[in-house]
């Protein structure tokens, strides 16, 4: 499923226009990015859906695949999402 499925899917199960859902997909995205990057613990948990989480990837060694030379992997803050319980029963 792609953005504009999801929103046409949000439009239909909630009985807002696909514009009207188009805002609010991109309003929670915005939020979520947000919140992630201003909160001192870098957590935003929704009860039943999972929770959103910043992690530091520390600087790495690496191969470049084409050349076989190695290279350095500077660090990083990446994004990981662990699913809740509601979710996880429903894709089993």
């Known amino acids: 499923m792609n953005k504009t499925e999801l929103i046409d899917k949000i439009a239909e199960k909630s009985g807002l226009t696909k514009n009207d859902a ?3 997909l991109e309003a929670f995205i915005d939020s ?4 992630l990057g ?4 870098g957590k935003l948990a929704l ?3 999972g929770t959103f ?7 790495r060694e690496g191969k ?5 030379e190695k290279i350095t992997i500077p660090a ?4 990981k ?3 809740g319980n509601v979710l996880e029963n429903a894709v089993e």
């Open 22 to 24: 188009r805002k609010a």
């Open 32 to 35: 979520t990015a947000e919140a």
């Open 38 to 41: 201003n909160s001192k613990d």
């Open 47 to 49: 009860v039943g859906f």
């Open 53 to 59: 989480s910043v992690s530091k990837r520390e600087a």
């Open 64 to 68: 470049n695949p084409r050349t076989g």
């Open 76 to 79: 990083k803050n990446v994004v």
């Open 81 to 83: 999402f662990k699913a």
